[in-house]
T-cell receptor, first 113, second 113 residues
Framework: DSGVTQTPKHLITATGQRVTLRCSPR?????VYWYQQSLDQGLQFLIQ???????AKGNILERFSAQQFPDLHSELNLSSLELGDSALYFC????????????FGEGSWLTVV | AQSVTQLGSHVSVSEGALVLLRCNYS??????LFWYVQYPNQGLQLLLK??????LVKGINGFEAEFKKSETSFHLTKPSAHMSDAAEYFC???????????FGTGTQLKVEL
């Protein structure tokens, strides 16, 4: 158990819809990362937050957004969903003193039909 | 920018045989390198981490990796494969701001009887 909790574990939704994925980082970890894993793109970094502020942005679509709340949990919002958005979405967290080690959650499986 | 390359998207070994999964990093010596494992339908689990100065890094489940500057490599090995080692293995390095991880394309390890 990494200590990173993601909900929901599985989600099936229709094209055009909007979903929210939730992540609770390890206790005390200020950094939260979101990754997307798909068969054709592999593991892609989406976005990082540090203590509520956006820190780094990767290959995140404009239809996607994220935020980190004062209690450090984070949400990834995916809107106007397309079939190609079907993927496994990982949240990960890192503590300041962890020597760059990033711990991953179990992921949220999103299927867009 | 740092990057890692994993050679061989699929590796098949017999149970009890040596496991060798290849990872090469780009020319500049990275401060950290990681191997993660993803078991079927699970999240990413940290196997081991290289930090500057180390050469042979021991990880969980009998895995180890040797950092070779002369070859810009960080190959993952295990002396004797077990059926439970069947999984996908990712090499990763920290790239850019926020210390996010950039992952290789992954190597699927199959262990046969």
């Amino acid at each position: 158990d990494s200590g990173v909790t993601q909900t929901p574990k599985h989600l099936i939704t229709a094209t055009g819809q909007r979903v929210t994925l939730r992540c609770s980082p390890r206790s005390g970890d200020l950094s939260v990362y979101w990754y997307q894993q798909s068969l054709d793109q592999g593991l892609q970094f989406l976005i990082q937050y540090y203590n509520g502020e956006e820190r780094a942005k990767g290959n995140i679509l404009e239809r996607f957004s994220a935020q980190q709340f004062p209690d450090l949990h984070s949400e990834l919002n995916l809107s106007s969903l397309e079939l190609g958005d079907s993927a496994l979405y990982f949240c990960a967290s890192r503590g300041d003193g962890s020597g760059n080690t990033i711990y991953f959650g179990e992921g949220s499986w999103l299927t867009v039909v | 920018a740092q990057s890692v390359t994993q050679l061989g998207s699929h590796v098949s070994v017999s149970e009890g045989a040596l496991v060798l999964l290849r990872c090469n990093y780009s020319s500049s010596v990275p401060p950290y390198l990681f191997w993660y494992v993803q078991y079927p339908n699970q999240g990413l689990q940290l196997l081991l981490k290289y930090t500057t100065g180390a050469t042979l890094v021991k990880g969980i489940n009998g895995f180890e990796a040797e950092f070779k500057k002369s070859e810009t490599s960080f190959h993952l090995t295990k002396p004797s494969a077990h059926m439970s080692d069947a999984a996908e293995y990712f090499c990763a390095d920290p790239t850019g701001g926020g210390n996010k991880l950039t992952f290789g394309t992954g190597t699927q390890l199959k262990v046969e009887l």
